[in-house]
């Protein structure tokens, strides 16, 4: 069992950053890649970015490319993306999530999650 925790979610304005993290806990042994998904209201949760845990490989969305970073830390067992270039768009609940098998941008690949970190982008 793979236990995730988000943190570091918040207000912030248009243009600016913003750093959420996972601390990952149990059998993170067993983790292959990692994730992270957002969800805005109304809207179906959508794929963000994806790193390998042992590895440097890295998958983003279209829409977060060039302007969001994610990282690892693996002794730490914690998982960061940082936000840079905020827009209104990017306000959601951000969701982490760890996948025992690969990385994908799928949210059925992955088969545990954290309970989300809101983060809000205002004018």
């Known amino acids: 069992q793979v236990q995730l925790v988000e943190s570091g979610g918040g207000l912030v304005q248009a243009g600016g950053s913003l750093r959420v993290s996972c601390a990952a806990s149990?059998?993170?042994?067993?983790?292959?890649?990692m994730g992270w998904f957002r969800q805005a209201p109304g809207k179906e949760r959508e794929f963000v970015a994806a790193i390998v845990w042992r590895d440097v490989m890295t998958d983003y969305a279209d829409s977060v490319k060039g302007r969001f970073i994610i990282s690892r830390d693996n002794v730490r067992n914690t998982l960061y993306l940082q936000m840079n270039s905020l827009k209104l768009e990017d306000t959601a609940i951000y969701y982490c999530?760890?996948?025992?098998?690969?990385?994908?941008?799928?949210?059925?690949?992955?088969?545990?999650w954290g309970q989300g970190t809101q983060v809000t982008v205002s004018s």
């Open positions: 149990g059998r993170t042994d067993t983790m292959y890649a």
């Open positions: 999530a760890a996948s025992l098998s690969r990385l994908s941008f799928t949210s059925g690949a992955y088969g545990y």
